[in-house]
């Protein structure tokens, strides 16, 4: 069982930057792929970006790609979103995700049905 805790949501102009930071409970933390996703108002969860169990390999949306880091530090149990370069179609609630699929390449893991654990959201607001 893994129990996750997001946070770091806020308000931010564009252009602006954010961490967020998903802090898990449990002994297998180092096991389980980690992801972000997020809804915005009226649309569907949206894959953002996968880490693998070690932190060797990472995913990105095309939407994100070359703005948002997903990171991860297994001492800490916990995984981290930077976000910068910001703009509005950012906007939404973001989660973040954890499936003990150690083997699975993370490119296959952006489907939201494939993650048992969930954390509760942190809502991110950018204006323009």
Not at 24 to 46: C, D, H, I
Not at 57 to 71: C, E, L, M, N, W
Not at 82 to 99: F, G, H, N, R, W
Request: glycine residues 10%; proline residues 2%.
């Amino acid at each position: 069982q893994v129990q996750l805790v997001d946070s770091g949501g806020g308000l931010v102009q564009a252009g602006g930057s954010l961490r967020l930071s998903c802090a898990a409970s449990g002994r297998t933390f180092s096991s389980y792929v980690m992801a972000w996703f997020r809804q915005a108002p009226g649309k569907e969860r949206e894959f953002v970006a996968a880490i693998s169990w070690s932190g060797a390999s990472t995913y990105y949306a095309d939407s994100v790609k070359g703005r948002f880091t997903i990171s991860r530090d297994n001492a800490k149990k916990t995984v981290y979103l930077q976000m910068i370069s910001l703009k509005p179609e950012d906007t939404a609630v973001y989660y973040c995700a954890a499936e003990s699929q150690p083997w699975r390449d993370i490119a296959t893991m952006t489907e939201g049905s494939l993650y048992h654990y969930w954390g509760q959201g942190t809502q991110v607001t950018v204006s323009s």
